[in-house]
């Protein structure tokens, strides 16, 4: 009987959870307008379309919603396609997540395997991160670091690069931040821990 | 034998009765001991059922609880993305800014430049409102109010928007990109690129604009046509001489002929982009400013009928209809009007270098109460400024040549400045204006220029 209980108040919290869980993710989805672009394309073009006519503006300047109106705005001004402006738009709004929060996730949404890395770390690099930090690693856009400085932030533990490459980071003053995941929500640890490697080998 | 039997029984017996006797004493004790324990068991037992129908009857209320806390969440949760799931978006943007002015040779003084709120209202992907107005503080305290752009664009595909309405003038750049206080890096408009210049501001009418992939260089286009501008002429007795064009997005096309026009602009390698405008049609004077000698005369005008009659009128020249003739305009010549422009910028990190070139010409006119030769205006500026690595300083330069058909209009000018970024778009500015123009005109006038521009 007791035990009976137990489940029940068990089974329900983990409805609770569940629910939790989704409302959560729900905040970081966007609309159910426009479809989802590529946020990779994305931070290509945040890099060198957005600070043509303007300092760039930070993911974390707008909300979600925001972000819609402001990137139909731009489409209109600077002349992009409708996927050149979804693209952006889906960047725009993985990257404006709150820094240094942890996201909360839902153990039960981890699929099985999604923690061991399909990519290389030279490959995420060269999809995810080149489109700020160039190349050859001393950034192309205003505010990235330069990680061919021995002493500069690869020269950090890996623990720490780790945290801030998944959370994102602003360091004080600075006008740009890093967005969580270089706004690629689907890097996973693995390929994070991949990256931090690859960085540190080759700058 | 038998009886010796019996007795022994007997005896036995009575041996039994006797030793048993303190035994069952005992065995009475043990009863009650264990009748007691039984009882208090039994109690307990109660007590243990009692309880535990209570718990159950509290979990019953808990899970109860729980049922409708879950119903309770997931309602808010539905209600709190609510927002994700209306088909109309609202959001508003805009940017404001407020200074001091300090020309050489009179007083400063402190200004709020201008609040220009924007309004976007969405429909989905299919239909956006974009309005902007422009609400200025003028010299005498006076809040002066402009519909500075008002369209409602149509994403009719990935590749094209069809926007109606009062748009910025996409000759160029810095008319439709680079004007906003908080974009623009020095306090100033370049001479030729603000009001009556030489590059076109606004129009009234239709457009089409969107990007597509030109094998490997991104291209973006903006077509339009539009009502057009129209002319001011000076009147010095019998002479007449163009003044300026009107550009500023009339809502009514006095000679009934369009102008269209548009801007092709290339993208070859993403740090760089090329831009070539042109705009072509008619334009007709409609409107004549008095000049008295040397000194212009302020002049008001007035519409006196709907076909276009419009007169001007001195200060102290007498009412509207009260006999005072004014001008007849009615057949003024459509003049041709021709816009040519050429824009670039480049970036690398914190370097930005732009510049712009614009000519905008008015044909002449041969017959018509205003009657005179055509002119031309033309204005081209470059600009860099850097952002200091690691810094929030980006000192800033430019230079424009201003030329108009009035020598004492033209101007160059040395522009330069520095800005510190407290954010990348509240943007406090200082900047120095060397000017050169006719000895004694305000081109001629150096100023100080600060500002502070936030864009929202």
Not at chain 2, 2 to 27: G, Q
Not at chain 2, 257 to 271: A, T
């Amino acid at each position: 009987m007791k035990k009976n209980t137990r489940n029940t108040i068990r089974f329900l919290f983990t409805v609770n959870a569940i629910l939790l869980g989704l409302s959560m993710s729900a905040t970081v989805s966007a609309t159910h307008f426009p479809e989802p672009g590529d946020p990779i394309a994305g931070a290509k073009l945040w890099a060198t379309t957005c600070s043509r006519c303007h300092n760039a503006r930070d993911p974390a300047d707008l909300r979600d919603d925001q972000w819609i109106s402001t990137a139909f705005h731009m489409r209109v001004r600077a002349g992009l396609t409708g996927q050149q402006t979804r693209d952006v738009l889906t960047f725009m709004q993985n990257s404006n997540v709150p820094i240094s929060v942890e996201p909360l996730v839902f153990k039960g949404n981890t699929q099985p395997g999604s923690e061991a890395s399909n990519l290389s770390g030279s490959e995420v690099y060269a999809q995810t991160c080149i489109a700020c930090h160039g190349s050859n690693g001393k950034g192309s856009v205003p505010g990235a670091p330069n990680f061919t400085d021995p002493q500069g932030v690869l020269s950090q533990s890996d623990e720490l690069l780790f945290s801030r490459v998944k959370n994102g980071f602003k360091s004080p003053g600075s006008a740009m931040a890093m967005p969580p995941k270089g706004g690629n929500n689907k890097l996973n640890d693995a390929d994070i821990r991949a990256v931090i490697e690859y960085m540190k080998k080759s700058y | 034998m038998k009886i010796m039997n019996h007795n022994f029984r007997r005896r036995l017996l009575v041996l039994a009765i006797m030793t048993s006797l303190p035994f069952s004493a005992a065995a009475d004790d043990k009863y009650d001991l264990l009748q007691k324990q039984v009882e208090l068991l039994q109690q307990q037992l109660q007590e243990l059922q009692n309880s535990l129908q209570a718990y159950q009857d509290e979990m019953k209320v808990k899970e109860v609880q729980v049922e409708e806390s879950v119903t309770q969440l997931k309602q808010d949760v539905a209600e709190a993305e609510e927002w994700k799931h209306s088909d109309t978006l609202v959001h508003l943007a805009g940017y404001a800014d407020v200074g001091y002015t300090s020309s050489s040779g009179s007083d400063g003084s402190f200004s709020v430049g201008r609040f220009a709120p924007i309004f976007h209202y969405q429909y989905r992907d299919i239909v956006m409102l974009e309005s902007e107005l422009e609400i200025i503080v003028g010299e005498n305290g006076e809040t002066d109010v402009v519909l500075e752009y008002l369209t409602i664009d149509y994403f009719l595909n990935d590749y094209v928007a069809l926007i109606a309405g009062k748009f910025l003038s996409p000759v160029g750049q810095f008319r439709q990109n680079i004007h906003p206080s908080w974009i623009n890096k020095l306090a100033s408009a370049p001479p030729g690129f603000g009001h009556d210049g030489a590059a076109p501001t606004s129009d009234v009418g239709l457009q089409a604009r969107g990007g597509f992939h030109l094998g490997s260089v991104f291209t973006n286009y903006a077509a339009y046509i539009s009502n057009g501008p129209e002319l001011n002429s000076t009147a010095d007795g019998d002479e007449f001489e163009l003044e300026g064009i009107v550009a500023e997005g009339l809502s009514n096309d006095a000679d009934g002929e369009k102008v269209i026009g548009g801007r092709l602009g290339f993208i070859p390698i993403p740090s760089l982009e090329l831009g070539f405008s042109v705009a072509m049609g008619k334009a007709t004077v409609t409107a004549v400013e008095v000049g008295h000698g040397e000194e212009e005369v302020y002049a008001e005008k007035f519409i006196t009928d709907l076909q276009g009659l419009v007169g001007i009128r001195s200060p102290g020249a007498g009412d509207p209809g009260d006999g005072d003739p004014g001008f007849d305009l009615h057949d003024e010549q459509a003049r041709n009007y021709d816009v040519l422009g050429m824009d670039f910028v480049w970036t690398l990190g914190g370097i930005q270098v732009r510049g712009e070139y614009v000519k905008s010409k008015v044909g002449a006119a041969t017959s018509g109460l205003t009657a005179s030769s055509g002119a031309s205006w033309e204005s081209w500026y470059t600009q860099a400024s850097y952002l200091l690595p690691q810094t929030k300083f980006e000192p800033s330069v430019r230079y424009t040549d201003f030329n108009s058909p009035h020598s004492s209009q033209d101007q160059r000018q040395w522009a330069m400045g520095v800005n510190y970024l407290i954010s990348n778009s509240v943007i406090a500015k200082l900047t120095y204006e060397f000017n050169e123009g006719q000895a004694g005109s305000t081109a001629d006038i150096n100023r100080w220029l600060v500002q502070l521009a936030y864009g929202f």
